[in-house]
């Protein structure tokens, strides 16, 4: 399958169990896997038939900003949610996540991969 791909994709929101990360909106590192045929934009050179990556990253940016959830497993599936709607896309992989949050780490987040219903 062909796929779309929008790599460290920095976005601002809220996400968080308790204060302090309540408190501020954090810096999330977004990377995102569309599935959809290419084929046919290839020939055409239009943008017409393929899927923006410019228009998804516009909305997952807003998305983010706009929401406040307690786990990035809600936040991507809101998101996921989102670009179903939004896109003609067949599959969307979402990968989220905070920098310097946990003690040692460089970075810790989620990844999730989901099939448009049929």
Do not use: C, W
Not at 83 to 88: D, K, M, S
Not at 90 to 109: C, L, M, P, Q
Request: overall charge negative; proline content about 3%.
């Amino acid at each position: 399958m062909d796929k779309i791909l929008i790599s460290g994709l920095v976005a601002i929101g809220t996400v968080g169990l308790k204060e302090p990360e309540r408190d501020f909106p954090q810096e999330l590192l977004v990377d995102i896997e569309l599935d959809y045929p290419l084929d046919k934009a290839g020939k055409s050179d239009s943008i017409e038939d393929t899927i923006s990556y410019s228009y998804v990253a516009k909305l997952v940016r807003k998305e983010v900003q706009e929401s406040s959830f307690y786990t990035l497993e809600a936040l991507a599936e809101h998101l996921v949610s989102e670009i179903f709607e939004a896109t003609p896309a067949d599959a969307v992989k979402i990968k989220i996540e905070k920098a310097n949050f946990v003690s040692k780490t460089s970075r810790v987040g989620i990844q999730v991969h989901r099939q448009r219903s049929i």
